[in-house]
């Protein structure tokens, strides 16, 4: 929350010395050069203190780091309106504001690395692409369109009085104060609030090294690792577009014939669209390989960059900058992800000070550069001779840096491509509408399937046979069958997989075995008995490889899962029934049956693990389970499953019943008529 209103801060601050300085002087150039200069000088110290400032990171206590930057930058935050206020000449205001500007830069420079390194620690690994996006939507997302909008009612609240606001009132200098308190709370919190930042800044390892040393240590990591090579140049490519966006935005409001207003509607829906992409991405891609999300990412910020240079309305650009927001989000996100997962913790604070400086200078650059390019040209047009199409220099610009971003997109895409031969529209609808790549197979006819799970000795066996007898005198046709091991293919696999004789299969080949076994289960009984409407029972499915592989052998379990589900064609059971027993109640009456297999000789913290993943299943989705303390006597466990079936199973009328019922129908319904 607090780095959210930090950040706020921020972007408010960025604008607002912005324009500030080009609303100092007159004229077309001269407000380019002087938007475009304020950004400059921002940037400039991070060519200067980038390098050293991730190195410093590793040195001195971090939390401290912290807290003095942001006290630095209350006070300088501060200094700008303040100057204002008291100097008559403007030069010394505008002055003031630019030296300001590049210490605040500075100190956020030292800043940054600290943060950087301090959060993955206190953030467990698995988590770490949710709370990238919470950490990006506030920063990125949903900041700056506060910004905008703080910025746009301070305006109007100061000027709603029909005498003119005095001075230290103008919307921009509040916004500057408002940066510097917000500043002065950050650092307050830090201090009081997060004390065990502190503790992680030394692991003593790198005292020894001079800074130089290791510097060269951490920018050596990036030129040599491929895939970091890859992610560092697609953020940077992604940046630049995105500047250039921002930079040309108010002279691109302009050429659409629209004011102001419409400069602050892009720019706030460029940011409405990078939170978009952060928010909604990762739903919407769902299994999709970060690596191809990435590269594809970018190529759709780069299109849409496109779509906003030739936007001939203003709802046409507003819907260009929509999407170039979400794919800069999406490739930001991913990449930072890749970036938090791929690179490991020694370099880990120096390569994000790397991509964070390197992502200043070129966002600022193009900003800088691109403000200043359509601000000298910004009032010619070129017409193409006849065809009374006018381009102006904003537009040109615009889609040198879509085609760049396109370009880069797809080398970065082709850099770090983890499925090289898959076609990759396929893999993106594939993955959207969800895994497996191959279309389900639909089922036909109605039969039921009620699957036993649970662990070794609960008693799946004696009730699947219950519960078979029971339906049989029911009169319904019944197909009792197991994994693994319910076909000819699927015997010799079992004998693979659960020999004694077996050691040493490895946890992945163990996985694809019961996979294998599985598909052909599907294939050659399941699925042909439930389109014979019969009632299919299975002593274990798909949870039991959750379970012992995923959660057992502690192979990842959406991978599993995933497996699962492409061997089955995504076949579910109808119920699943969960003998829910303590391993070492289970164990002894399985140990009571003879010679025990491999995977019961496991240990009881891998049954331990085993149980709580079924319990966890269930626990997922109520509706298609039946949780059943296995301890109890067999006959109460087999009446509460026998009741649980029949609400399930499809009452079958017999033949003549429907047509009584048919009948009954027509009657009514002739009685109803009016004669
Ligand atoms: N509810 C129960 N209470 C006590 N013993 C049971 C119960 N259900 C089954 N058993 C016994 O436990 C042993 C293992 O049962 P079984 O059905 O083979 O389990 P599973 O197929 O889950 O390994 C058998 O000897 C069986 O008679
Ligand atoms: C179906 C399946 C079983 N298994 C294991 C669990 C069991 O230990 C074993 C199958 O045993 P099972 O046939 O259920 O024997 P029991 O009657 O002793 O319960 O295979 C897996 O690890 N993954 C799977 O996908």
């Known amino acids: 929350m607090v780095t959210g209103v930090a950040s706020l801060g921020d972007w408010l601050g960025l604008l607002a010395t912005a324009t500030f300085a080009s609303a100092q002087v007159s004229g077309s150039a001269a407000k380019g050069l002087a938007f475009g200069s304020v950004i400059a000088v921002r940037l400039l110290p991070a060519l200067v203190l980038g390098p050293v400032a991730g190195v410093m990171a590793d040195r001195f206590d971090r939390r401290l780091t912290m807290v003095i930057c942001d006290l630095l930058r209350f006070v300088l935050f501060a200094s700008i309106p303040v100057v204002a ?16 500007t590049f210490l605040i ?11 950087e390194a301090a959060v993955p620690n206190l953030i467990p690994r698995s988590r770490l692409e949710t709370a990238n996006q919470l950490t990006l939507i506030t920063t990125y997302g949903i900041t700056p369109v506060f910004a905008g909008l703080g910025i746009a009612a301070l305006d109007r609240i100061v000027r709603s009085g029909n005498t003119t606001p005095p001075e230290w009132a103008e919307a921009s200098n509040l916004a500057l104060y408002f940066n510097s308190l917000s ?31 290791q510097f060269l240590e951490g920018w050596q990591y990036v030129g040599k690792t491929p895939l970091v090579r890859g992610l560092v140049f697609g953020i940077l490519g992604a940046f630049a577009g995105g500047g250039v966006v921002i930079g040309t935005a108010q002279f691109f409001a302009r050429s659409l ?13 460029l940011f409405v669209g990078l939170g978009v992409g952060i928010g909604l991405g990762p739903a919407v891609v769902r299994d999709l390989s970060r690596r191809r999300w990435f590269g594809m990412s970018i190529v759709l910020a780069g299109g849409s960059v496109l779509v906003l240079a030739g936007a001939i309305h203003l709802t046409m650009a507003v819907f260009g900058a929509l999407l170039v927001g979400a794919g800069a989000g999406m490739a930001f996100l991913s990449g930072v992800t890749l970036l938090g997962g791929e690179v490991g913790d020694e370099v880990r604070g120096r390569v994000f000070a790397f991509v964070q400086t390197a992502v200043r200078v070129v966002l600022m650059l193009a900003i800088a550069l691109s403000s200043s390019l359509v601000g000298l040209g910004g009032s010619r047009q070129i017409t193409i001779a006849d065809l009374g199409i006018s381009i102006s220099s904003t537009r040109l610009l615009l889609l040198a840096a879509g085609i760049f971003g396109i370009f880069t997109g797809i080398s970065a895409f082709r850099q770090m491509d983890d499925k ?10 594939g993955s959207i509408r969800g895994r497996p790549l191959s279309p389900g197979e639909g089922l036909v006819g109605r039969g039921t399937f009620v699957v036993f799970e649970g662990g070794e000795g609960a008693g799946k066996s004696t009730q699947v046979n219950a519960l078979a007898e029971a339906l049989r005198a029911e009169g319904r046709e019944v197909v009792v069958t197991r994994e693994p091991g319910a076909t000819e293919v699927g015997q010799r696999i079992r004998s693979l ?53 995923g959660a057992g052998r502690t192979l990842p379990v959406d991978e599993v899962s995933w497996l699962s589900t492409w061997a089955t064609g995504g076949l579910k059971p109808d119920l699943v029934v969960l003998l829910d027993v303590p391993p070492d109640v289970g164990l ?8 025990a297999d491999r995977l019961e000789s496991e240990s009881v913290a891998f049954h331990e693990r085993v149980r709580y993943a079924f319990l966890d299943l269930a626990a997922a989705e109520p509706k298609r389970y039946l949780v059943l303390d296995a301890t109890r006597p067999a006959e109460e466990i087999t009446a509460a499953v026998v009741e649980r079936v029949g609400e399930l199973i499809p009452d079958e009328p017999p033949a003549h019943e429907i047509a009584e019922a048919l009948n009954t129908v027509a009657e009514a319904d002739l009685e109803r008529r009016p004669s």
């Open 85 to 100: 206020l008291f100097s008559e000449n403007a030069g010394i205001t505008v002055g003031w504001a630019a030296i300001a």
């Open 105 to 115: 830069e500075t100190v956020t420079l030292l800043w940054i690395p600290a943060k």
């Open 183 to 213: 500043r002065l709370a950050m650092a307050l919190v830090v201090y009081f609030g997060i004390k065990e930042i502190s503790g992680r800044a030394h692991d003593g390892k790198h005292t020894g090294q001079s800074m130089l040393r």
């Open 257 to 269: 014939n629209a004011g102001d207003a419409a400069f602050y509607l892009l720019f706030g829906t």
């Open 420 to 429: 090289p031969g898959v076609p990759v529209l396929a893999d993106l609808w």
């Open 497 to 549: 997989v659960l020999g004694k004789q077996q050691t040493g299969l490895s946890p992945r080949a163990e996985a694809l075995l019961y996979a294998a076994d599985r598909a052909d289960h599907v294939a050659t009984v399941v699925r042909p008995a439930l389109s014979r409407g019969a009632v299919v029972i299975s002593d274990r499915y798909v949870d039991s490889s959750l379970a012992y592989q």
């Open 588 to 595: 002894g009456r399985a140990a009571r049956r003879g010679a």
